[in-house]
């Protein structure tokens, strides 16, 4: 077939890898003039460690990825007050994970494509004729491309999905959270964080640090708002929202750039994922949020299965829609524990984050985080979470 792909993400890269290795004629085109920076770390365990096996592509996975001693919670003056040790959560999963920032999958995921299948970046989908024999697509540039098959792995504010199915709004599910992230230079900060995943014990309101192997520092943040609506000034927003906190933050939200990544934590709920030559993948069809985790790892997953599918997206609904329905659901009943709203629920989480370390409870909590286990494809290995 004749594929074209909007959105040179992690489900774009990883489809077009897959269809292109089984033979069909792929091109991705991409809004954004050229690979994005900002992005987070990521846990990376799942169907997509699972994909990501399948391809051939897991030692390169975990020759990019990082080692964490633990996720470390600590107060207003740096001082410890719970952690998650990595070490027994990878046991929980068998040792199938690894961490890793989220724009190194992308670039391992491009790097890795067959040679047939081109990339196309500052390329945005404006206009969709959706045929019974095939389907036409005009691009930001004025290029009209035909194919068989379009495809939409254009994320949570996907375009494809908004000319053929109509308005974000309609199926856009706001978890009521906002989030950032960026990457600065502070060779004290990286001193302090480096080898764990750094975070404030906070209420409402949280901002994480962890050291890159070249020196720099990434941070995200999280915080609470009923008003789901994206600020203008996202850097002005993050440093409003986070300028009372202690310990480092203050010289965090310093080094925050113009340029960072911004955007609602929120899910996709649609009744159907495809229409006519047009099917959705990834965060266009079903976003499970940041509290989920597992974005990356089902949008690999999603994006192997559908290539298994490619001539029934039927099918492929029907394999894959009860596992990101499931990681919705596990990601919003988690919300209060994520980022607690009350300090009692700040403390309770402390207490869960000890008991983890009896034996068995650290498996039980694994499986109340992020779900239950999923298969990649009936035939093949059963992902231990």
């Known amino acids: 077939m004749k594929v074209l792909i909007s959105g040179a993400g992690i489900a774009g890269l990883t489809l077009a890898g897959r269809l292109g290795a089984l033979g069909h004629t792929v091109q991705v085109v991409e809004r954004s003039a050229g690979p994005r920076p900002e992005g987070y770390m990521i846990d990376f365990f799942g169907p997509g460690y699972d994909t990501a096996e399948r391809m051939g592509l897991l030692p390169r996975f975990h020759e990019l990825g990082y080692h964490f001693d633990e996720a470390g919670y600590y107060d207003e003056h740096g001082r410890r007050r719970a952690g998650l040790s990595f070490e027994r959560f990878a046991r929980s999963l ?33 206009d969709v004729d959706n045929r019974p024999d095939g389907v036409s697509v005009r691009l930001s540039d004025g290029t009209a491309l035909d194919a068989d098959l379009l495809v939409g792995a254009d994320g949570i504010h996907s375009t494809v999905r908004g000319l053929v ?38 209420v409402g309101r949280q901002v994480g640090c962890y050291g890159l192997r070249d020196g720099r520092v990434a941070a995200f943040t999280v915080h609470r708002t009923p008003d789901p609506t994206r600020p203008a000034d996202p850097r002005a927003a993050v440093r409003a929202a986070y300028a009372t906190l202690g310990w480092i933050v203050p010289r965090v939200l310093e080094h925050c750039p113009p340029e960072i990544y911004y955007d609602q934590v929120a899910q996709i709920e649609l009744p159907r994922w495809s229409s006519g030559r047009v099917v959705l993948v990834g965060d266009a069809c079903g976003a499970v949020s940041l509290l989920a985790g597992q974005g990356a790892s089902l949008g690999m997953g999603g994006a192997f299965v559908l290539a298994e599918n490619l001539t029934d997206p039927a099918a492929y609904e029907r394999r894959w829609r009860p596992v990101v329905r499931e990681k919705q659901r596990v990601a919003r009943n988690g919300a209060r524990w994520f980022l607690p709203a009350t300090e009692l629920r700040l403390r309770a989480r402390r207490v869960a984050m000890r008991l983890a370390k009896l034996p068995w409870v650290d498996r039980r909590i694994a499986v109340s985080l992020i779900g239950k286990p999923t298969a990649l494809v009936d035939d093949q290995r059963v992902c231990q979470m």
Do not use: K, N, W
């Open 94 to 126: 068998d040792g199938r994970m690894t961490s890793i920032m989220r724009p190194d999958v992308e670039h391992l995921l491009r790097t890795a494509l067959p040679p047939g299948v081109r990339v196309r970046f500052g390329a945005a989908v404006t």
């Open 165 to 202: 199915f109509g308005p974000e709004a309609a199926y856009f599910r706001y978890l009521g959270f906002h989030t950032a992230a960026f990457v600065f230079e502070d060779p004290q900060i990286h001193r302090l964080v480096d080898g764990r995943f750094c975070l404030t014990d906070t």
